[in-house]
């Protein structure tokens, strides 16, 4: 009897691991093996084709990154092959850029090669002293500028901790150290920039967040008067785990209905959103993004849930998700290369206003990380700008998380409701174009 339900117990096991590795199939996910490979592939190609452009557009021909296991600079975590989770102990990262010979010099001043692209350049046996062998590579080489990642304002680009700077300031020679400079403009250069590898995996990673979202949003998953939008919000952060794949913040579900009244920017972005149960003839509304092999997604999507005597999504909601479709082809209109942030999120505001929508903008980078490196557009409580980083100018080759609302007066409802979309846009050669299509009909769900 035991081995009977042992067999059995097997059975499920094995039924239940082949309609997972078949469900994985459907939505284009590597195996671990093969995305390590192909992590691996676009990180050469980035070391290879891209950075020695970027160094040289930044007049910088020497980049130091240093980083203690466990609390990596967040561009180094970048820079980390598959096999490489962490640095370790202390890893030093050395390139130089030998414009002349149009090499470039990829160093560790550790005691290990870092995966296939980075080599060891250290001897422990022969210089015990880590910091020494640093500034014989530096001397050996006599770069112009030596760019460390330290900056006021780009927190991404700000990696290199106090107990790191001191040590590498006390035992560099002067010389050395006087040509220590803010490494900035590379840092955010180097995070930002996609390439044409990274944006093909970026259209099947947006791809297989609307599919989530898309199986989120229907009759399959919401059953109205019993489902709540915590059950939605859990069914998510479950589908990423069971596809293998993570999400980089806490997706959110939130509802708009005829009964309820619009909440305040305050309170829906700076509030946590209660629990409530799903209803027929409610406006439903998704934060969601996923991470796969170092690219990150960021979207938000609509969905409305059928009331009795409904086959489609009513007219007047179809109208006002149009709206926010032209609130978001004003702003990409106005993206323009060498234009800053705040130029566009000006721009935008005032064509949308004068168009009659009631708009608000808070576009961000994407790609490395969640909310990436770049120039911002604009934050759901700064409307009038953002110092600094909203100062920086766009870039060519970049993706941004084109993230916005529009508040629309429904007569049918005799009350205002926010239409709120979030989409990968990528921003070529002058040129904008979303990675994976963006929402143009709100999702029906059927009820039964």
């Known amino acids: 009897m035991k081995f009977k339900i042992l067999v059995i117990f097997i059975l499920m096991i094995s039924f239940s691991c082949s309609k997972k590795s078949e469900e994985i199939n459907q939505y284009l996910i590597l195996n671990e093996k093969d995305r ?42 970048t820079m980390l092959p598959a096999t490489w989770l962490n640095a370790r102990r202390r890893t030093i990262i050395v390139f130089y850029r030998n414009k002349e010979k149009n090499t470039l010099e990829r160093l560790a001043v550790a005691r290990y090669d870092i995966g296939n692209s980075i080599k060891s350049a250290w001897n422990k046996e022969q210089e015990p002293d880590q910091w020494k062998a640093l500034a014989k590579i530096i001397k050996e080489r006599n770069p112009q500028k030596i760019g460390i990642n330290f900056s006021k304002h780009f927190a991404l680009a700000d990696g290199l901790v106090k107990t790191d700077y001191d040590e590498l300031k006390e ?150 998700l149009k709206k926010g479709n032209r609130l978001q082809d004003i702003l990409t209109s106005n993206m323009k290369s060498g234009n800053t942030g705040n130029e566009i999120l000006a721009a935008s505001l005032s064509e949308a206003k004068k168009e009659g929508l009631v708009p608000s903008i808070y576009t961000h980078p994407l790609g490395k990380y969640g909310h990436s490196a770049g120039t911002t557009i604009g934050m759901w409580d700064s409307q009038d700008g953002v110092p600094f980083t909203g100062d920086y100018p766009l870039k060519k080759n970049t993706v941004y998380a084109i993230e916005l609302n529009t508040t629309v007066t429904i007569k049918e409802w005799q009350k205002d409701i926010r239409i709120m979309l979030e989409e990968a846009g990528f921003f070529g050669d002058d040129v904008f174009e979303y990675v994976n299509k963006r929402q143009t009909a709100i999702i029906p769900i059927k009820t039964k």
Not at 42 to 66: G, Y
Not at 208 to 216: G, K, Q, R, V
Not at 227 to 240: I, N, P, S
């Open 171 to 320: 035992n560099l020679p002067e010389e050395a150290s006087l040509k220590l400079v803010s490494a900035e403009k590379l840092a955010i250069a180097w995070i930002e920039t996609r390439t044409e590898k990274e944006l093909e995996l970026f259209r099947n990673l947006v791809k297989i967040t609307h599919t989530i979202i898309e199986e989120a949003f229907s009759e399959n998953t919401i059953i109205p008067g019993k489902t709540t939008t915590e059950d939605v919000v859990w069914f998510l952060r479950q589908k990423v785990t069971d596809l293998g794949l993570e999400t980089w913040f806490h997706p959110t579900i939130d509802v708009q209905r005829n009964t309820k009244a619009l909440k305040s920017h305050i309170a829906s972005f700076s509030k946590g959103e209660a629990e409530e149960t799903i209803h027929k003839g409610d406006l439903l509304h998704c934060d969601f993004g996923i991470t796969y092999i170092g690219l990150n997604t960021d979207c938000q999507q609509h969905a409305y849930v059928l009331d009795d005597g409904e086959n489609e999504v009513p007219t007047f909601l179809v109208a006002a």
């Open 36 to 77: 390590a490979t192909l992590k691996d592939e676009i990180l050469e190609d980035r070391f290879t084709n891209l950075l020695p452009k970027l160094m040289d557009t930044s007049e910088i021909d020497m980049w130091l990154l240093i980083s203690r296991e466990y609390n990596e600079d967040p561009v180094l975590k």
